[in-house]
């Protein structure tokens, strides 16, 4: 079968590397932390990012990228959202251009505020970009756990060869179209996740939760529309389900950050005792400049962003939005 590398050797990224190497591909995992890779080569585990991982002998894991990069046919960004540019960047020349790109990151770039397929396209023109997103915690795809998500493209043969790529008896994957929506989605659900944690933190309750998820999906309505994004997409997988999963799971680091902030830490603490990128946080700068240049509303990322950078009381947050002027519950 098919060489995958994987750029990124993350909790995500090594999932989705054991999925497949499972399937009998053959695997390799770029990482510049040697300790993630001696861990892999040698003890057939990755214990810095999930515990009790037992990786197949198909995957090899390197610190040198073009080794990583040898008689690939796919490759899959396992990055952070901020880091795609410089990820993309690093692989130009690299690589031919019969050589899809998938990416699992969700967000937008800060400053362009552009997609990141679009971001992967800026840098490699003449490759294939396809996007696989949806509810799916690696902790629990690295356990073959039942999952199902939904994969997106330009182009619809990529998409259907992505597809059929990762696609098990316990990892459905869909195909959706509407590549804008899908991305937004993905995006903005951590801005929601990480205020939902923020009102765990703080002591509400399921009550609280449910109208924060529900007046959250609004907002992602809103804006993914004004950009281009299909209504029903935000019904979908990569909208209401990753809104779900994200806003109630204890594996959620946007829900994890949240709950520290919502418990008096601030938004740096957090980030620093979660140990991970934390999303949401950047997810939030960068939609409340798009929202602003766009003029769309979208108050709980407006409230979240003066908490998260400048220093907003979590109470004083949730009193503001619960004294908003009186309106009819509309979604766009």
Not at 52 to 68: G, Q, R, S, W, Y
Not at 113 to 125: D, W
Not at 148 to 155: I, N, R
């Amino acid at each position: 079968m098919s060489k995958v590398a994987f750029l990124g050797g993350g909790s995500f990224g090594t999932a989705l590397g054991i999925l497949l190497a499972d399937k009998g591909v053959e695997v390799s995992i770029y990482d510049r932390d040697k300790s993630v890779v001696d861990d892999i080569n040698l003890n057939k585990k990755n214990d810095k990012y999930i515990k009790d991982l037992v990786i197949p002998k198909n995957v090899t894991a390197f610190n040198d990228l073009d080794e990583a990069l040898k008689d690939i046919k796919f490759l899959v960004l396992a990055v952070p959202s901020h880091v795609v540019r410089a990820a993309s960047r690093s692989i130009k020349g690299k690589i031919s251009s019969d050589i899809i790109i998938v990416s699992i990151a969700k967000g937008i770039e800060e400053g362009t505020n552009l997609r990141l397929s679009e971001v992967i396209e800026e840098e490699l023109p003449n490759n294939k970009v396809v996007i696989l997103s949806g509810p799916s915690h690696a902790e629990e795809v690295a356990f073959d756990i039942p999952t199902t998500v939904v994969v997106s493209s330009k182009d619809e043969e990529s998409a259907n060869i992505v597809q059929d790529l990762f696609m098990t008896n316990n990892f459905r994957v869909y195909i959706n179209e509407d590549l804008v929506g899908v991305e937004i989605g993905g995006a903005v659900k951590n801005i929601i996740a990480l205020a939902a944690g923020v009102c765990d933190g703080i002591g509400y309750g399921d009550n609280t939760k449910a109208a924060l998820m529900t007046r959250g999906m609004a907002e992602i309505v809103r804006v993914g529309m004004k950009l281009g994004g299909k209504p029903e997409t935000f019904l979908g997988l990569t909208g209401m389900g990753d809104l779900i999963v994200t806003c109630t799971s204890l594996h959620s680091r946007n829900r994890r950050a949240g709950y520290l902030i919502g418990s008096g830490k601030s938004a740096e603490e957090a980030t620093k005792e979660v140990g991970m990128v934390v999303e949401g946080i950047k997810a939030c700068r960068a939609f409340y400049e798009l929202k602003e240049k766009l003029q769309v509303e979208m108050p709980i990322t407006d409230i979240l962003y003066r908490v998260l950078f400048e220093n907003k009381d979590p109470k004083d947050a949730v009193v503001f939005l619960m004294g908003r002027e009186k309106k009819s519950e509309i979604y766009y």
